[in-house]
């Protein structure tokens, strides 16, 4: 009965911008915040800094970001990659990838295209659009296990990614 009026939240710095629907992935002290303008909080220092903007055309309702595991990854500890993916049967579907590199740290992010949203291509910089036409992607939410990313909608829908990357 002594915890009653203990917290176990802490509050944060408020937000430049207001959330509906964003998408959060973890990477070492920072949670990226992916909506219309993406977002780092560092945890340490309790401040937010700017990434980037998903492309105007790219419309966000209904839209997953998970963080993918590089083969290289030993190569680019500073370096991440995400994927976002998305639409409805409303709005036009989006396949983008992003290198990360701390917005944090030293390095220059400019270059190379990192952070900043680019289409996902193959080989031959065809694009590729991860979903089904009839897929709605609003409210659902991804998680990637190994090569595959099991996305939560309506039902579990199952992507196989081996081959994409």
């Not at 920072?30 to 980037?52: D, V």
């Not at 492309?55 to 500890?77: A, I």
């Not at 590729?128 to 190994?146: F, H, K, Q, T």
Request: overall charge positive; proline content about 3%.
């Amino acid at each position: 009965m002594g915890n009653q009026n203990k917290t176990f939240f802490q509050s944060l710095k408020e937000l430049p911008i207001p959330l509906f629907q964003s998408q959060c992935v973890v990477h070492k002290h920072e949670l990226l915040i992916c909506e219309r303008a993406c977002y780092s909080y560092h945890t340490i220092k309790n401040e937010y800094k700017f990434i980037c903007e998903y492309p105007s055309d790219v419309k966000l309702s209904g839209h997953c970001v998970v963080k993918l595991v590089d083969k290289d990854s030993n190569k680019h500890r500073n370096q991440i990659t995400l994927l976002s993916f998305g639409g409805s049967e409303y709005t036009k579907r989006h396949t983008l990838i992003m290198k990360y590199v701390s917005v944090w740290s030293n390095m220059s992010s400019n270059s190379n295209n990192h952070n900043q949203w680019v289409p996902f291509t193959d080989n031959h910089n065809h694009p590729i659009i991860i979903g089904r036409n009839n897929s709605d992607y609003r409210g659902g939410r991804a998680v990637l296990v190994e090569a595959t990313i099991i996305c939560y909608l309506s039902l579990i829908e199952i992507i196989i990614l081996m081959c994409l990357i």
